[in-house]
Each structure stands twice: as C-alpha cells, then as structure tokens.
C-alpha cells in the first residue's frame, strides 16, 4: 500500500511538513504495502540513548493486520497443514514398472527429503522430490500444488491443485489452495467458487476475509474497464480515469523499464494495477484512512485530482511496482529490505536526517504501526541500510541477495555468500556513521 497518497494528491502541498514516508503494515497473510502521509515536524522522536527507545518501539510495532487486506494464506499455518498432511501413512502404491519399483524405505526417505526442503522454503527442490513420490501415490498432487503456490508460480499451482480437486484428495486443502491462486491470478469469479467450497468444511478465518472481500471487489469491478498492455493490465472506471489511465500506464513502463535495467530483471507477466476512485478504494480494501495506494499482490491506487501532482503519483508507482517485482523474485524478504528497496527506487531523497535508527533486526520482518515518528524512522532507517549497501557493494548484489532469498537461504548465508561478510558484520558496517 501507498501512504497519504490520496491525500496527496488530493490536498495542495504544505510547506511546514517534511517529505512523504512510506509505511509497511503486516498482513495478517503476507506483507502489503502502505504508502503513508506526511509526518509533521513536532511529531518527530525526541532523539535518546537506543536502550530508552526500545521498548516504545516494540510497543508500535505490530504483527496484526490493518483492514482486511488480503493476499495470501498464512505461511505458518499452511505448513502446519502441510505437516499434517504427512505425518500419517500416506501409503505407496508400486507402480507396475520394473524401473519405477522402489523400496518402502526408500520412498520415505524421499519423502523427509522433499519436507526438509519444503522447511528450508526450497520449493523447486522439494517439488521435484514430491513428483518423484507423486508416482506412486496421487495425494502428493495437492502437497505439489502447495509448494508452486508458496513459490509464487500460480499457474502451475491452479494445474496441480485442479488435477488433486478431480481425485477429490485433500478436498478442503486442495480447495483453499485453489481459492487463493485464482486470487492472485485475478480470477475472481472461480477464486469465490473454491472460497466458499473450502469454507464448506468448516469455520477458517483466512477464507472467511477472503471470500468478504472478493465479493466487495466483484461488486466494485463490474463498472471498472480493462487495458491491456504487453507487462500490465490496468482496471479503471472509464468515467473518472479515461486521462488518468494514459498517464499511469506511461509511468508503470518507465517503471518496468528503468527498475528492471538495475536489477536486470524483467519478468515476462502480466501485473494487474487498478485504479480506484476514493470510494472504492476504501470499500474494497478497508485500509486505514490515510492509506494512499497499496500493493498486496495487486497495485491498487486511489485517484482523483492529479493535476499538478504527476511527480507524487509517479513515486508511488516506483515504490509499488518496486515490491511487485521483489515478490516475483522471493516471497522471503526481510522488510527492510523490501522497503528500503522501494524507497531506493521511488525516492530522490539523500539527507535522511537520522540520528539513532531503529535497529535493524526489528525491521526484518515487522514494522512500526502507531506512532508517526518511529514510522518515518523506520522507512529512513530502512532506506539508509539498503543505500549503504547498493554504494558499497553494487547494486548486483542486492538482486543476487534477493535471489537468495528465493533459494531458501537465511540472512546470515546470503550476506555471506555475496558480500563476503555475516549478516552481524554488515549491520554492524552500517551502524558506525550514526
């Protein structure tokens, strides 16, 4: 999400106010993201030694959701049911080839291999374990279909979790796995269908808000229009957004274009970017009031008014498009990573004016809610570690890092493996100049 984007581009600039911060808030699923508005001088922290700041930062950091924002299932949770799914006798049925024969021990031996990857959230490895297993037992397509899911490959997952929803193995599971998918493959009419089919088996919190707001956003989207372009498809209402639409999508290809050159990456996708009116937006998300845009797998904007407010809507589009592309590489990222990322791109900002910074390892995978100052704090702490970084050690090595990310590895192993020092060293690095 997008923070005060909306009051941003609906209120003339005030001079008594510093620069736009960006804010993150944890999904109760995954990580959105928030783009928040300007922070007033007299809110900032009165600057004290960092043993007296801790425990008013850990009082704003929070590890609930704001809104019903919804993008994902729950990570824990869904390896607690992946777990479960396997701790029984799923049996093995041996194949009628002589090739394929293979001993009982054998097969679990596969079989605890295939975990210790999916634990490891090292899911190509662990698929292709599992597909090894898949001949001879059925159930392993919904397990399959799991791990393309956690691994962000929708499609893949839709054709695995479709087959196991045939044999009927796993109905719930395979079901809200199903809905979920779809979701983010922005099918909303068959995301709906497996919501409320999963929700049959009984009561689950993660179905229930999504299946509440796909019928919120089905409602909104039948007046919304679509355009298609070769890397986004942008939904808008032709009634309000026919200019706005022409300009957003000139900013989404510089975007792809000038993020994915540093990165040297550009996937071959369709990003879905909807243009709300102010109404909708908060309808559909139930984001918090001073949200301005938000990115939960989709980039959705609030827009009214750009007149005069083209640079403030192009940041915003950087910074969201910035987390899209990250989610494509690994759904790992510490978030200050992600957002000094986003911050890196979308901001020209230089002078962070940061005394003491909110230690990193608090950033890594929460993030100031509550109180404005530590908020702003947090986005320039964020944003200085990951210019630190990208200065000293070049801007391929933060996408190797991500990379990482994605392979499964922990904090301290990728800063080692590509910066050639721990994950303590750096930080440590970083910290002198304050």
Request: proline letters at 3%; a negative charge.
């Amino acid at each position: 999400m997008s923070p005060g984007y909306s009051t941003k581009i609906y209120k003339k600039r005030n001079p008594s106010v510093l620069p736009y911060m960006f804010l993150v808030v944890i999904l109760l699923s995954a990580s959105g993201f928030i783009y928040y508005q300007k922070v007033e001088k007299k809110s900032e922290p009165v600057e004290q030694p960092l043993t007296t700041i801790k425990p008013e930062i850990e009082e704003h950091v929070k590890d609930d959701s704001i809104g019903e924002i919804v993008e994902d299932i729950t990570q824990s949770k869904a390896e607690d049911e992946l777990l479960k799914v396997q701790e029984g006798d799923i049996g093995f049925e041996q194949s009628n080839s002589e090739e394929d024969k293979i001993s009982r021990d054998e097969l679990r031996s596969i079989q605890n291999r295939a975990l210790f990857y999916t634990k490891r959230k090292e899911y190509d490895k662990a698929i292709g374990e599992y597909s090894i297993l898949l001949k001879y037992n059925k159930r392993f397509l919904t397990i399959i279909g799991m791990c393309y899911y956690w691994a962000n490959k929708n499609e893949e997952a839709v054709i695995s979790l479709k087959n196991a929803d045939d044999l009927e193995h796993y109905p719930y599971r395979t079901k809200k796995f199903l809905a979920f998918a779809y979701y983010r493959l922005n099918d909303l009419a068959l995301s709906l269908e497996y919501a409320e089919d999963a929700a049959e088996y009984g009561q689950d919190g993660e179905l229930k808000r999504l299946i509440a707001k796909l019928k919120r956003e089905e409602n909104v989207m039948r007046r919304y229009k679509d355009l298609g372009t070769e890397n986004f498809l942008i939904q808008f209402s032709r009634e309000e957004h026919d200019e706005t639409r022409t300009i957003v999508s000139d900013y989404l290809k510089e975007a792809y274009r000038e993020i994915g050159k540093e990165l040297d990456y550009f996937p071959n996708k369709q990003f879905v970017v909807i243009l709300y009116n102010e109404r909708d937006f908060f309808d559909v998300t139930r984001a918090p009031g001073w949200a301005g845009g938000l990115y939960d797998g989709k980039i959705r904007l609030p827009i009214r008014g750009l007149s005069g407010q083209n640079d403030i809507l192009r940041s915003v589009i950087f910074h969201e498009f910035t987390h899209a592309l990250i989610s494509e590489i690994t759904q790992k990222c510490p978030l200050w990573i992600n957002e000094g990322l986003a911050e890196y791109f979308s901001s020209d900002e230089t002078n962070l004016n940061i005394k003491k910074p909110i230690p990193l390892k608090y950033l890594e995978k929460r993030f100031p809610s509550g109180n404005v100052a530590y908020v702003s704090l947090a986005y320039r702490t964020s944003h200085s570690a990951v210019s630190y970084m990208i200065d000293k050690y070049g801007i391929y090595s933060m996408m190797e890092l991500l990379e990482n990310f994605g392979e499964g590895m922990d904090l301290n192993k990728a800063f080692i493996s590509v910066l050639f020092v721990s994950y303590d060293d750096f930080v440590s690095e970083w910290g002198k100049q304050f």
